[in-house]
Nanobody
Framework: QVQLVESGGGLVQPGGSLRLSCAASGLIFSINTMGWYRQAPGKQRELVASITRDGSTNYADSVKGRFTISRDNAKKTVYLQMSSLKPEDTADYYC????????????????WGQGTQVTVSS
């Protein structure tokens, strides 16, 4: 069974920084695109950033220049370095990945983590 487990959320003051991590585990053969989404109270879940297996990145306009996504393929882990945080960044952050598992080796399946809360407040 494949799992994505996030860590690193918490409370931070405006202008501060946080680093989120998401580790994939299970019978994983390959991981394609990995990404971070967020959902604020009363709002739809939105893409924050994504990164392909070869390192190509994509960012939401609202976080460009402040957030950096990276991944360690050997550790099956994706990171989100968040800087210059604003109150509007407050949300639950979810990891997402397209994974090819040994138990289903013919197609990639999409997986979500359980989420980690980020609160930006003074």
């Amino acid at each position: 069974q494949v799992q994505l487990v996030e860590s690193g959320g918490g409370l931070v003051q405006p202008g501060g920084s946080l680093r989120l991590s998401c580790a994939a585990s299970g019978l994983i053969f390959s991981i394609n695109t990995m990404g971070w989404y967020r959902q604020a109270p009363g709002k739809q879940r939105e893409l924050v950033a994504s990164i392909t297996r070869d390192g190509s990145t994509n960012y939401a306009d609202s976080v460009k220049g402040r957030f950096t996504i990276s991944r360690d393929n050997a550790k099956k882990t994706v990171y989100l370095q968040m800087s210059s945080l604003k109150p509007e960044d407050t949300a639950d952050y979810y990891c997402n990945a397209d994974i090819l598992s040994y138990t289903s080796p013919t197609r990639y399946s999409n997986h979500w983590g359980q989420g980690t809360q980020v609160t930006v407040s003074s």
